[in-house]
């Protein structure tokens, strides 16, 4: 049972770390600034751009495309 072994001794580094943590270390862990989490788009700025990108015929035609169509034209 290593897996069991290795757990308990990670649970007793841990206990024996914050034994030697300064008083109020949890409080300042409350405290510090961590990145904001990346905001949900609102659903009519999410369909407007799924439809531009999915919806909206391209201003190009892909090469590749008309390659493949002159072979089946000519």
Partial sequence: M????SL??????????????PDGWIESMLNQ?????????DKSQL??????EFL??????STEWLNKLQKYVF
């Fill in 47 to 52: 369909r407007e751009q799924l439809q531009q």
């Fill in 8 to 21: 308990a001794d990670a649970i007793n580094q841990l206990s024996l770390a914050d034994l030697n943590k």
């Fill in 33 to 41: 600034q961590l990145p904001r989490k990346r905001s949900k788009p």
């Fill in 2 to 5: 290593a897996s069991s072994e």
């Fill in 56 to 61: 909206t015929p391209s201003p190009v035609f």
